[in-house]
């Protein structure tokens, strides 16, 4: 997979979710393919169930992107990095692209947010992201695989790499 400078290209608004003052919004850099569909040039930091490559229609601003067709890619969400040294979150890049030919789509102080191809399997793709938790004690999620983002304790998966 490749970098992508996301600078100059064409940006969308997904909605990722609430808070007391209402909808809370993420900015991506997308493709338009039709009226309200856009293929994601890069995983999101904030929003779930979404993933680089994906086509997605945004026509209802009040609703979740809704997923036309998965592009592939699992999206890895880190939290709360704020005081890992800039060397471990550059190592960890490097791991993810070599080892599994992902990217590193997004970098806001503490967070970050990779795109790593799904025809690895699910549990192929544990290697660079154990490592840098155990090297910094910070945990590392799959953003894009439950089926219910609103039940912390529903597990069912999507499946959608089993189908590639």
């Known amino acids: 997979m490749e970098d992508i400078n996301c600078e ?6 997904v909605m990722a979710g609430e808070n007391t003052h209402g909808p809370v ?14 293929e994601l040039l890069a995983s999101p930091g904030l929003t779930l ?10 026509a209802d601003p009040l609703a979740p992107a809704e997923v036309l ?10 939290y709360d990095a704020n005081d890992v040294p800039q060397e471990a ?21 503490g967070n970050l947010t990779f795109s790593v191809p799904g025809h690895h399997g699910i549990y192929n793709v ?3 992201f154990d490592a840098f938790r155990t090297a910094t004690g910070v ?11 609103d039940d912390d304790d529903d597990e069912t998966l999507l499946n959608w790499w089993v189908e590639m």
């Open 89 to 109: 979150v550059d190592q960890l890049e490097r791991d993810v692209q070599s080892q599994l030919g992902g990217t590193m789509d997004g970098q806001y102080k």
């Open 49 to 58: 169930n979404l993933a680089r490559g994906d086509i997605v229609n945004i």
């Open 8 to 13: 100059g290209l064409p940006h969308i608004r």
């Open 25 to 38: 919004y993420e900015t991506l850099p997308a493709r338009q393919i039709d009226e309200h569909v856009y």
């Open 69 to 78: 067709k998965r592009g592939g890619n699992f999206c890895i969400h880190i």
């Open 126 to 128: 544990n290697g660079p």
């Open 139 to 149: 945990e590392w999620y799959f953003a894009n695989i439950y089926v219910n983002l």
